[in-house]
């Protein structure tokens, strides 16, 4: 992997320039990354906020002020349309956002409030006074799509303000495994039982550091009853009149296509 030199930047060949989460990328219909020159010029003009280099990983991140102007011949995509395409660029690119999305919040020990600077031979943020180091974090989460005989328990959220119904989710708390959240994400929100848990799956998600792994559940009992004000509807849907789902390249099209 040959590499270049921007001053005290040291930049690999593969450079992720982010805007918030958008990507730049040429601005032609395939995703191509800028060339080196667009990449040199963008960092002159608009040093970012931050940026890191993973050499074992083979690339750069960038992050730019949120005002930044887009460089000529270059265009900004959201990050999730890689994934929603399935792109072989996605996983590296989730990588490089979700690290930079850590580094905001790995500025300070949480120990003693010294600086934390980059770690010399890990990914990591090393304190500069107490020398713990601390790592990137990440926050697992549960998936589950309910069956009952020909339908599936789909939810819309009330804060979300679209017609797009997934499945239920939820965060994994403290003193649990991924099974009994799920249990309890199902009680929570529609107030349902569900028994005959299994595991498919899972995928990483850099919004801001999600760990998505995905259940199958059967209905075991009761009836649906929106227990707060974070859904606005829950109802069971048959597999021949679906209504309109997450994009393909979430796991959740492909947990509800799976049942399909
Ligand atoms: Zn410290």
Request: hydrophobic letters at 40%.
């Amino acid at each position: 992997m040959s590499m270049s030199n921007f001053g005290l930047l040291h930049i690999e060949e593969m450079c992720f320039i982010f805007r918030g989460s958008e990507l730049l990328l040429r601005n032609i219909p395939d995703i191509e990354l800028p060339s080196e020159e667009v990449v040199r010029k963008c960092l002159k003009e608009n040093f970012g906020r931050d940026w890191f280099t993973e050499k074992t990983m083979g690339y750069s991140a960038v992050h730019l002020e949120s005002d930044a102007p887009t460089p000529a011949e270059c265009r900004w995509v959201r990050l999730r349309i890689l994934f929603h395409e399935n792109n072989p660029l996605a996983p590296l690119a989730g990588r490089a956002l979700g690290l930079l999305n850590w580094r905001k919040s790995a500025r300070f020990c949480s120990f003693c409030g010294g600086a934390l600077v980059d770690d010399k031979y890990e990914t990591a943020r090393r304190c500069s006074a107490c020398d713990r180091v601390l790592y990137p974090r990440l926050s697992p989460a549960v998936m589950i799509l309910v069956q009952k005989g020909d339908t599936i328990l789909l939810i819309r959220h009330s804060d979300r303000n679209t017609d797009t119904y997934t499945c239920i989710a939820g965060y994994i708390e403290h003193g649990e495994s991924l099974e009994e959240c799920a249990v309890r994400e199902v009680r929570e929100e529609t107030s349902l039982e569900i028994a005959n848990i299994h595991y498919l799956g899972s995928q990483y998600w850099p919004y801001p550091d999600q760990l998505m792994t995905v259940f199958r559940a059967d209905w075991a009992g009761g009836e649906i009853f929106l227990q707060d004000g974070d859904l606005e509807e829950a109802a069971w849907f048959h597999r021949d009149r679906l209504p309109e789902i997450p994009k393909p390249g979430t796991i959740a099209y492909r947990l509800i296509r799976g049942f399909l």
